[in-house]
């Protein structure tokens, strides 16, 4: 730290958590002045019926309410579009966004346009806008990306096939609720990517050039909880106590990120989520260990740390071999929840491998990388994690 760099703490005015904290959101959406709502989600949440039970809770409390559910999987510029179409078509004042990231992200894009007008491609980079985006409740049901409190909204370009970072504290959601309840049931391979994507923000986090001790304690207690519950939380999905652990891990995981940012882990995986439309937390599961084996060098006591955080006994190795605990208790993690093992299980083809290195450079989340790296360094990552 020099004596001239300011570090800024960024996070919803109101975050509830527990088991019925869901039945609040009326009350919330009306304390905001809301009348009549947008709820963002997706097709899947929208078809098993959450939908219809969150709009009661809204309908109750003498909102009116609009579903669209045009939420896809990694959320695109169209997506926004035909979302923001629902929103003012309606005469919208407030959002509420359902889901996991694609839904909240989905929701911010909205609500950014909204406020600000132009396209979503206007707002890509650090603080773009310049109006409130429209007032925005997030609701979470899955215990992962943290986008429902955090000033991140990722976006792909369908044109340049790429993830947009919008990086805005304006696209802050007003309100986060997360409700283990709705977390209850998800497939374990979903659990297993959204619990590594929460693990992969806290480890990026503490490690970031921009980590301090506020965003430290989140990271550190959000990997010790991880290393404690995803496992459960993946073998039975009924298990609440598991479930309510990894929500509070998520949570922490975003709060760490969202003030200390990330590094090449997610500039990586935003290219593979552009190209390929790949899941985003089994990108990040991939690609963990060897840009972290990449990274070890910059601050080895650090890698110490996630070791302990991660319940390992390090106790007489060298720093240098204590660092090395940590690499392996990430692999044997992913390994334990059935993460593929590289990215040719997924198709990935080493054809595109140096102009996603290339995209992976200009990416914001590579600003804080605690080692610089060389576009061939970010090639032969990419290659170490096939």
Known sequence: MTMEQVY???MPNV?????GAVKQVGEQVKGIGGKKALIVTDAVLN?????????AILEEANIEVVVFDGAEPNPTDKNVEAGLKAFQENGCDIIV???GGSAHDCAKGIGIVAGNGGNIRDYEGVDKSTKPMAPLVAINTTAGTASEMTRFCII???????????????????????????MMKKPSALTAATGMDALTHAIEAYVSTAATPVTDSAALMAIKLISENLRKAV????DF??????AYAQFLGGMAFNNASLGYVHAMAHQLGGFYNLPHGVCNAILLPHVERFNLISNPERFVEIAKAFGENVEGLSVRDAADVALEAIVKLSEDIGIPAGLAELDVKEKDLKVMAENAMKDACSLTNPRKATLEDVIQIFKNSM
């Open 8 to 10: 800024g703490f960024f």
């Open 15 to 19: 975050n509830l958590m527990g088991a």
């Open 47 to 55: 078809k098993m019926g959450m939908a219809d039970e969150i709009k």
């Open 97 to 99: 966004s359902l889901g």
């Open 156 to 182: 792909t370009d369908t044109d340049r096939h790429i993830k947009m970072a919008i990086v805005d504290w304006r696209c802050t959601p007003n309100v986060s609720i997360n409700d283990p309840i709705l």
């Open 235 to 238: 073998a039975n999905g009924d």
């Open 241 to 246: 106590e598991a479930r309510d652990k990894m």
